[in-house]
């Protein structure tokens, strides 16, 4: 090749990557009103439907194409999002999904997938877009070893469900001092899935369940009663915990 094809080669080169550079990374879109773009592909697990994934993340109202008001404290903000349950911003639940960890995902929220017409006075107005930069750090694990797979209705969230348990302390992977349990003063606990009411690990848990079924729980603290335990030290500080149960009943199923 000569130098002069040779130097056009190179000068093609050059134009190519620097027209992919002003590109950027593709937007993809969720569906419509909520679209996505990877600034970083990360490298550990996929973040799937259920999980309950720690996020470092940072909002703006997003105007005229471009970052307005910032939303967050200025430093961004870390929490954790059960992903499809719609306790957060349906929309960033959807955006981290397929998320890997380690990977910046900035997440474009219409307001449909956000607080719609209605806003979140002072700082959302109503029909606003905003602008999630999100980096996925962590999916917290719980387990349900089930013993006895329930014929029933299937629980939902909304739906008021009885349960009998038996809850220990779990140390070292087995069994440590019980606390409390339901048996003991025969009558189910009974409450409404997705409101709250119970640690995150049971609304997980429970959700899909069906009547009849008795399974181990174990749950991690950030799930249960996290770095502050009970006001009362049943439960210490960041302590996992082990819940023998039964989904006994779901009114109304």
Same mark, same amino acid.
């Not at 990557?17 to 969720?30: E, L, R, S």
């Not at 990360?42 to 471009?66: I, M, P, Q």
């Not at 917290?140 to 070893?145: A, L």
């Not at 220990?168 to 025969?186: C, E, H, I």
């Given at each position: 090749?000569?130098? *002069?094809?040779?130097?056009?080669a190179?000068?093609? @080169?050059?134009?190519?990557?620097? #027209?992919?550079?002003?590109?950027?990374?593709? #937007?993809?879109?969720?569906?419509?009103?909520?679209?996505?773009v990877?600034?970083v @592909?990360?490298?550990?697990?996929?973040?799937?439907?259920?999980d309950f994934?720690? +996020?470092h993340?940072?909002?703006w109202?997003?105007?005229n /194409?471009a970052?307005?008001k910032? !939303?967050?404290? @200025?430093t961004g903000?870390?929490?954790?999002l059960?992903?499809?349950?719609n306790a957060?911003i349906?929309?960033l639940?959807k955006?981290?999904? =397929?998320?890997k960890?380690g990977?910046t995902?900035?997440?474009? #929220?219409?307001p *449909?997938? $956000?607080?719609?017409?209605?806003?979140? &006075? %002072?700082? +959302?107005?109503? /029909?606003?877009t905003?602008?999630?930069?999100?980096t996925a750090?962590?999916?917290?694990?719980?387990?349900v070893?089930?013993?006895?797979?329930?014929?029933?209705a299937? $629980? $939902? &969230?909304?739906?008021q +469900?009885?349960?009998?348990?038996?809850g220990?302390?779990?140390?070292n992977?087995? !069994?440590?001092?019980?606390?409390?349990?339901?048996?003991?003063?025969?009558?189910p606990?009974?409450?409404?899935?997705?409101?709250g009411?119970?640690? %995150?690990?049971w609304? @997980?848990?429970?959700?899909g369940?069906?009547v009849?079924?008795?399974?181990?729980?174990i749950?991690? &603290?950030?799930? $249960?009663? =996290?770095?502050?335990?009970? &006001?009362d030290g049943?439960i210490?500080p /960041?302590?996992d !915990?082990?819940?023998?149960?039964e989904?006994v =009943?779901?009114? =109304?199923?």
């Amino acid at each position: 090749m000569s130098r *002069a094809k040779m130097a056009a080669a190179l000068l093609t @080169a050059v134009l190519v990557a620097a #027209v992919a550079g002003c590109f950027g990374p593709k #937007v993809k879109t969720i569906e419509p009103g909520l679209t996505y773009v990877d600034k970083v @592909a990360g490298k550990g697990a996929v973040v799937a439907k259920g999980d309950f994934v720690v +996020v470092h993340t940072t909002g703006w109202l997003w105007e005229n /194409n471009a970052k307005g008001k910032q !939303l967050s404290s @200025a430093t961004g903000d870390t929490i954790t999002l059960r992903i499809g349950s719609n306790a957060a911003i349906p929309g960033l639940e959807k955006g981290v999904a =397929g998320m890997k960890l380690g990977g910046t995902r900035e997440v474009t #929220v219409g307001p *449909a997938h $956000a607080f719609g017409a209605e806003g979140r &006075p %002072p700082l +959302v107005p109503g /029909n606003a877009t905003i602008l999630f930069e999100v980096t996925a750090i962590e999916v917290i694990k719980y387990e349900v070893q089930v013993q006895q797979e329930g014929t029933g209705a299937m $629980a $939902a &969230p909304g739906d008021q +469900v009885a349960v009998h348990y038996t809850g220990y302390l779990w140390q070292n992977g087995a !069994l440590g001092k019980k606390f409390d349990s339901s048996l003991d003063r025969g009558e189910p606990i009974r409450f409404k899935l997705g409101q709250g009411m119970v640690i %995150p690990g049971w609304e @997980a848990a429970f959700d899909g369940m069906k009547v009849g079924t008795k399974a181990r729980l174990i749950i991690p &603290p950030r799930l $249960a009663y =996290g770095p502050q335990g009970t &006001p009362d030290g049943t439960i210490p500080p /960041n302590t996992d !915990l082990a819940f023998d149960i039964e989904l006994v =009943g779901i009114t =109304g199923k």
